[in-house]
Protein backbone atom coordinates (compact mmCIF):
# COMPACT_ATOMS: atom_id res chain seq x y z
CA UNK A 1 0.00 0.00 0.00
CA UNK A 2 1.44 3.25 -1.13
CA UNK A 3 3.75 1.77 -3.52
CA UNK A 4 4.66 5.34 -5.29
CA UNK A 5 7.40 4.50 -8.34
CA UNK A 6 8.33 1.01 -7.13
CA UNK A 7 11.20 1.89 -4.75
CA UNK A 8 10.46 -1.97 -3.71
CA UNK A 9 8.28 -3.48 -5.65
CA UNK A 10 11.39 -5.11 -7.49
CA UNK A 11 12.63 -6.32 -4.50
CA UNK A 12 9.51 -8.12 -3.83
CA UNK A 13 8.82 -9.39 -7.15
CA UNK A 14 12.04 -11.57 -6.50
CA UNK A 15 10.92 -12.99 -3.13
CA UNK A 16 7.10 -13.34 -4.15
CA UNK A 17 5.31 -15.29 -6.39
CA UNK A 18 2.59 -12.80 -6.56
CA UNK A 19 2.96 -9.02 -5.83
CA UNK A 20 -0.11 -6.65 -6.16
CA UNK A 21 0.73 -2.51 -5.47
CA UNK A 22 -1.46 0.04 -4.75
CA UNK A 23 -0.77 3.69 -4.77
CA UNK A 24 -3.26 6.91 -4.99
CA UNK A 25 -0.95 8.79 -7.42
CA UNK A 26 -1.69 7.33 -11.32
CA UNK A 27 1.75 9.00 -12.37
CA UNK A 28 4.00 7.00 -9.94
CA UNK A 29 1.95 3.89 -10.33
CA UNK A 30 3.12 4.60 -14.32
CA UNK A 31 6.69 5.07 -13.17
CA UNK A 32 5.92 2.07 -11.21
CA UNK A 33 5.18 -0.11 -14.44
CA UNK A 34 7.57 0.63 -16.50
CA UNK A 35 10.34 0.45 -14.39
CA UNK A 36 9.44 -3.29 -13.75
CA UNK A 37 7.99 -3.97 -17.55
CA UNK A 38 10.24 -6.90 -17.55
CA UNK A 39 8.25 -8.36 -14.35
CA UNK A 40 5.43 -11.01 -14.88
CA UNK A 41 4.32 -11.00 -11.33
CA UNK A 42 3.61 -7.74 -10.66
CA UNK A 43 0.02 -6.09 -10.79
CA UNK A 44 -0.30 -2.10 -10.15
CA UNK A 45 -3.40 -0.69 -8.52
CA UNK A 46 -4.12 3.26 -8.56
CA UNK A 47 -6.56 4.28 -6.22
CA UNK A 48 -7.85 4.46 -2.30
CA UNK A 49 -7.24 0.74 -1.41
CA UNK A 50 -10.17 1.08 0.46
CA UNK A 51 -12.79 1.53 -2.19
CA UNK A 52 -11.18 -1.85 -4.18
CA UNK A 53 -11.66 -5.78 -4.53
CA UNK A 54 -8.71 -6.91 -4.04
CA UNK A 55 -8.22 -10.44 -4.81
CA UNK A 56 -8.32 -12.54 -1.53
CA UNK A 57 -6.15 -12.47 1.71
CA UNK A 58 -2.51 -11.87 1.77
CA UNK A 59 0.69 -13.14 3.38
CA UNK A 60 2.28 -10.08 3.50
CA UNK A 61 1.31 -6.67 3.15
CA UNK A 62 3.59 -3.04 3.51
CA UNK A 63 2.89 0.33 4.81
CA UNK A 64 6.69 1.41 3.91
CA UNK A 65 6.54 5.66 4.80
CA UNK A 66 2.56 5.09 4.27
CA UNK A 67 1.28 4.96 7.69
CA UNK A 68 2.01 8.62 8.62
CA UNK A 69 -0.05 9.56 5.58
CA UNK A 70 -3.43 7.93 6.88
CA UNK A 71 -5.15 10.79 7.63
CA UNK A 72 -5.63 11.12 3.45
CA UNK A 73 -7.17 8.13 2.92
CA UNK A 74 -10.50 9.51 4.61
CA UNK A 75 -10.62 7.45 7.24
CA UNK A 76 -12.53 8.93 9.71
CA UNK A 77 -11.74 10.51 13.61
CA UNK A 78 -9.35 7.84 14.20
CA UNK A 79 -7.61 7.15 10.93
CA UNK A 80 -4.46 5.16 12.25
CA UNK A 81 -6.10 2.63 13.88
CA UNK A 82 -8.83 2.43 11.35
CA UNK A 83 -5.64 2.02 8.52
CA UNK A 84 -4.52 -0.87 10.65
CA UNK A 85 -8.00 -2.67 10.94
CA UNK A 86 -8.55 -2.31 7.09
CA UNK A 87 -4.96 -3.87 6.69
CA UNK A 88 -5.96 -6.96 9.12
CA UNK A 89 -9.27 -7.88 7.02
CA UNK A 90 -6.99 -8.12 3.81
CA UNK A 91 -4.22 -10.41 6.00
CA UNK A 92 -4.57 -14.31 6.04
CA UNK A 93 -4.67 -15.19 9.66
CA UNK A 94 -0.45 -16.30 10.16
CA UNK A 95 -0.30 -12.64 7.30
CA UNK A 96 2.43 -10.48 8.96
CA UNK A 97 2.54 -6.60 8.64
CA UNK A 98 5.47 -4.44 7.65
CA UNK A 99 6.06 -0.88 8.97
CA UNK A 100 8.78 1.53 8.29
CA UNK A 101 8.26 5.16 10.25
CA UNK A 102 10.36 7.78 11.09
CA UNK A 103 10.53 8.25 15.10
CA UNK A 104 9.01 11.35 16.48
CA UNK A 105 11.85 11.29 19.19
CA UNK A 106 14.33 10.10 17.06
CA UNK A 107 17.90 12.15 17.90
CA UNK A 108 18.48 13.16 15.02
CA UNK A 109 15.35 15.71 15.08
CA UNK A 110 17.19 16.72 18.30
CA UNK A 111 19.70 17.71 17.35
CA UNK A 112 19.33 19.96 14.07
CA UNK A 113 17.76 17.66 11.03
CA UNK A 114 14.54 18.73 9.96
CA UNK A 115 11.20 16.47 10.04
CA UNK A 116 11.18 14.49 6.88
CA UNK A 117 7.46 15.38 6.13
CA UNK A 118 7.36 19.47 6.86
CA UNK A 119 11.17 20.17 6.41
CA UNK A 120 10.53 21.95 9.93
CA UNK A 121 13.08 21.83 12.70
CA UNK A 122 11.48 20.63 15.59
CA UNK A 123 7.74 19.83 13.98
CA UNK A 124 6.97 16.24 14.84
CA UNK A 125 9.07 16.80 18.79
CA UNK A 126 6.22 19.88 19.44
CA UNK A 127 3.57 17.52 17.95
CA UNK A 128 3.29 18.92 14.54
CA UNK A 129 1.23 22.03 15.25
CA UNK A 130 1.04 23.70 11.95
CA UNK A 131 0.50 20.71 10.52
CA UNK A 132 -2.97 18.35 9.66
CA UNK A 133 -1.48 15.80 7.30
CA UNK A 134 0.95 14.03 8.78
CA UNK A 135 2.08 12.17 12.23
CA UNK A 136 4.92 10.21 13.38
CA UNK A 137 4.96 7.97 16.37
CA UNK A 138 7.41 6.91 19.68
CA UNK A 139 8.24 3.72 20.24
CA UNK A 140 4.76 3.61 22.19
CA UNK A 141 2.54 5.01 20.58
CA UNK A 142 3.27 2.92 17.70
CA UNK A 143 3.03 -0.74 19.37
CA UNK A 144 0.02 0.70 21.35
CA UNK A 145 -1.64 1.40 17.85
CA UNK A 146 -1.00 -1.83 17.01
CA UNK A 147 -2.35 -3.99 19.60
CA UNK A 148 -5.49 -1.81 19.83
CA UNK A 149 -6.09 -3.37 16.28
CA UNK A 150 -5.47 -6.52 17.23
CA UNK A 151 -1.74 -6.78 16.11
CA UNK A 152 -0.21 -9.07 19.19
CA UNK A 153 3.14 -9.75 18.15
CA UNK A 154 5.34 -6.87 16.89
CA UNK A 155 8.79 -7.17 16.60
CA UNK A 156 10.86 -3.78 15.92
CA UNK A 157 13.80 -3.49 14.47
CA UNK A 158 16.09 -0.35 14.49
CA UNK A 159 17.34 1.06 11.05
CA UNK A 160 20.53 3.21 11.66
CA UNK A 161 21.05 5.88 10.09
CA UNK A 162 17.24 5.87 8.63
CA UNK A 163 14.72 2.70 6.78
CA UNK A 164 15.14 4.52 3.93
CA UNK A 165 18.97 4.13 3.79
CA UNK A 166 20.31 2.02 6.20
CA UNK A 167 24.04 1.25 7.45
CA UNK A 168 22.79 -0.42 9.88
CA UNK A 169 19.31 -2.49 11.54
CA UNK A 170 19.72 -3.32 14.79
CA UNK A 171 17.21 -5.67 16.85
CA UNK A 172 15.73 -6.04 20.70
CA UNK A 173 18.34 -8.84 20.85
CA UNK A 174 21.34 -6.85 19.26
CA UNK A 175 21.32 -3.33 20.17
CA UNK A 176 24.44 -1.41 19.73
CA UNK A 177 27.65 -0.90 21.77
CA UNK A 178 29.29 2.33 22.62
CA UNK A 179 31.06 3.92 19.66
CA UNK A 180 29.24 1.93 17.07
CA UNK A 181 27.22 4.59 15.39
CA UNK A 182 30.34 6.98 15.36
CA UNK A 183 30.23 6.59 11.35
CA UNK A 184 26.26 7.25 10.98
CA UNK A 185 25.43 10.55 12.01
CA UNK A 186 24.01 11.25 8.24
CA UNK A 187 20.86 12.81 6.87
CA UNK A 188 20.76 12.63 3.45
CA UNK A 189 17.73 14.36 1.76
CA UNK A 190 17.60 18.02 3.77
CA UNK A 191 19.99 20.72 5.17
CA UNK A 192 20.01 20.48 8.90
CA UNK A 193 22.16 22.15 12.09
CA UNK A 194 24.79 20.48 14.22
CA UNK A 195 23.73 21.36 17.75
CA UNK A 196 25.13 19.17 19.32
CA UNK A 197 27.90 16.17 18.29
CA UNK A 198 25.18 13.59 18.50
CA UNK A 199 28.07 10.59 18.56
CA UNK A 200 28.56 11.23 21.95
CA UNK A 201 25.22 11.81 22.70
CA UNK A 202 24.67 7.99 21.22
CA UNK A 203 27.33 6.87 23.79
CA UNK A 204 25.86 8.06 26.63
CA UNK A 205 21.99 7.00 25.67
CA UNK A 206 23.42 3.73 24.80
CA UNK A 207 25.13 3.85 28.65
CA UNK A 208 21.59 4.74 29.93
CA UNK A 209 19.80 1.90 27.90
CA UNK A 210 18.26 4.85 25.61
CA UNK A 211 18.29 3.36 22.55
CA UNK A 212 15.05 2.07 21.57
CA UNK A 213 13.40 5.76 22.55
CA UNK A 214 15.62 7.95 20.34
CA UNK A 215 15.78 5.40 17.88
CA UNK A 216 15.65 7.72 14.52
CA UNK A 217 13.01 4.77 12.81
CA UNK A 218 11.22 1.68 13.01
CA UNK A 219 10.60 -1.15 11.02
CA UNK A 220 8.42 -3.58 12.54
CA UNK A 221 7.13 -6.74 11.83
CA UNK A 222 3.39 -6.77 13.56
CA UNK A 223 1.26 -10.41 13.22
CA UNK A 224 -2.22 -11.25 15.00
CA UNK A 225 -0.58 -13.84 17.33
CA UNK A 226 2.50 -12.78 19.96
CA UNK A 227 6.08 -13.31 18.09
CA UNK A 228 8.74 -13.80 19.93
CA UNK A 229 11.50 -11.17 19.67
CA UNK A 230 14.68 -11.58 17.51
Given at each position: ????????????SKMARKVDTIDLSKKRSLINAYR???????????????????????????????????????????????????????????????????????????????????????????????????????????????????????????????????????????????????????????????????????????????????????????????????
Amino acid sequence: IGSGCGAITGAFSKMARKVDTIDLSKKRSLINAYRHKDKSNIRIHVGNFLDMNLPGKYDWISLIGVFEYAKEFGLGEDPYRTMLLKVKQLLKPDGKLIIAIENKFGLKYWAGCREDHTGKLFDNIQGYPDSAHVVTFSRNELENLLRSAGFRGNTFYYPMPDYKLPKSIYSESHLPKKGEIRDQIVNFDQDRLYLFDERLAWDELLKADQFCFFANSFLVISSLEEAAHD
